[in-house]
């Protein structure tokens, strides 16, 4: 029988070792930012009822309409969606739980999001968002810090310069007025409609303003502005948030064609680019969804938040050159089987209990051969559990790096077994010091 080759989903990738160590960088990063912020973790389930979406992202958005994994629970009927994002999943959560009685939240989540687009570089259909969630601030003060927040996460990541764009898409009824004037706008020309924005018109034609077609530009350009229909609140909130952004030193550009593509935002809208990542070179999104709380079935209370995708920036971090490398073995002990593999496994315990990271020979094999095995796992240093050195009730501790003559055991030495492991954990802290 042919074997059968299997290889993973189109559009989702696998986190390979090699690649841990950027990973659980950016995690901790921005996680040590979030805290010093307030921030704290929440974990919702990759699985919802498909309503938590189709209500909370809007019926007619891309993400509803074409995105989405949906199914029937084939043991009792439920319509379930793969999470496509998280902000929804976590407003369900905090309504069900009643987490906004009587106070508010600020939260952080980190976890694969599934949609079903065109995979290319930068877009997956699963992939990770690290996001947060302020719930129960008004704002404009808490739009601003949280973009003071991310400012700091992408300084402690090193991703270079990323552009912010700003935008408001004012109050409900701001909204209604300048849809209506779309409506109108667009009804009069639709000629020039193409006919995904005809289909769009009287559903969301805020989203044709979105449009990529350049036969429509002219048209987009010249249609009415939602900051003309903008009342004094919703001025006063923007311009409040661009002098708190402004005074910590931020730099932006207002963008007034910066949509958004899920339906639930009103007031803030944000995103940071970079021109180094190609087409797919948003690297967040976020904004105010004060509607939301109350959408999904809560106590009215506002809301705002951001999700970053991790795969962007990583990509960005490798574009820059500032992945760190993994090491993630200190010491590579080395023996001749039998009794002195007995003293090679509780030599590297000891070694352990001394915060040192360490792999000991798996098997047999001959010297030169763990030699190479020590080389390529990337450690330190080689610990000879060997005959003829622990019949003296000693080990051999040779370091296997460029950087030898800096640190301790250039050369091959000879140190007493019970001696070694505190010996070894200090050539290490010399090593990390470098
Ligand atoms: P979003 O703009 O849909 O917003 O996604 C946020 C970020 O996730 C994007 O800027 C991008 O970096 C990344 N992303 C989105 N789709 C993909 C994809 N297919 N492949 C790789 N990366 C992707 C939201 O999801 C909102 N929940 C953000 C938010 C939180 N708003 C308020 N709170």
Same mark, same amino acid.
């Given at each position: ?133 302020? =719930? ?5 003060? !808490?739009?601003?810090? #949280? ?5 700091? #996460? ?22 209604? *007025?300048?849809?209506?004037? =779309? ?129 962007? !920036? ?75 050195? =622990? ?31 505190? *010996? ?11």
């Amino acid at each position: 029988m042919a074997k059968e080759k299997f290889t993973g989903v189109k559009g989702m990738n696998d986190m390979l070792p090699q690649d841990a160590a950027v990973w659980q960088h950016v995690q901790s990063t921005c996680v040590g930012v979030l805290e010093r912020y307030g921030y704290q973790e929440i974990r919702t389930p990759i699985l919802e009822n498909t309503r938590v979406f189709t209500r909370g992202v809007g019926e007619v958005t891309d993400i509803v309409e074409k995105e989405m994994y949906s199914f029937v629970d084939s043991m009792n009927g439920d319509q379930l969606t793969l999470r496509p994002e998280c902000t929804s999943a976590v407003v369900r959560a905090v309504n069900e739980h009643n987490l906004l009685y009587g106070t508010n939240q600020r939260l952080w989540y980190f976890g694969p999001m599934f949609r079903h687009e065109r995979p290319q570089r930068g877009r997956y259909r699963q992939f990770y968002q690290l996001g947060a969630e302020a =719930l129960g601030m008004e704002g404009p003060d !808490v739009d601003a810090e #949280m973009i003071m927040m991310l400012s700091r #996460m992408w300084k402690a990541l090193g991703v270079g310069p990323v552009k912010l764009e700003l935008n408001t898409l004012g109050a409900l009824e701001e909204r209604q *007025a300048h849809r209506d004037a =779309l409506i109108r706008y667009f009804e009069q020309n639709q000629d020039v409609l193409d006919e995904d924005a005809k289909r769009r018109l009287y559903t969301n034609p805020l989203r044709i303003l979105d449009t990529k077609n350049p036969e429509m530009q002219d048209l987009v350009n010249a249609a009415p502005r939602l900051l003309d229909f903008l009342g004094e609140k919703s001025r006063g909130f923007l311009s409040r948030l661009e002098e708190l952004v402004s005074a910590a030193g931020i730099e932006y550009t207002i963008n007034p064609r910066l949509v958004r593509g899920l339906d639930y935002y009103n007031h803030t809208v944000f995103e940071w680019i970079t021109d180094r990542l190609g087409a797919q070179g948003t690297i967040c999104g976020g904004g105010r969804y004060d509607p939301l709380v109350e959408m999904l079935g809560g106590r009215p209370a506002p809301g705002v938040g951001f999700a970053m995708g991790i795969e962007r !920036v990583i990509e960005l971090l490798r574009e820059v050159g500032q992945v760190p490398v993994s090491t993630q073995t200190d010491v590579y002990v080395i023996h001749h089987g039998g009794d002195t593999q007995k003293d090679a496994l509780l030599l590297a315990e000891a070694m352990r209990d001394a915060d040192v990271r360490v792999i000991v020979h798996p098997g047999e094999g001959s010297i030169k051969s763990q030699m190479k095995k020590a080389d390529a796992s990337g450690a330190e240093y080689a610990v000879f559990a060997t005959a003829d050195e =622990l019949a003296q009730g000693k080990v051999a501790v040779k370091c296997l790096r460029e950087h030898a003559a800096e640190v301790p055991f250039a050369q091959q030495t000879l140190v007493d077994v019970a001696d070694a492991p505190t *010996a070894v954990a200090q050539a290490i802290a010399a090593v990390r010091a470098l």
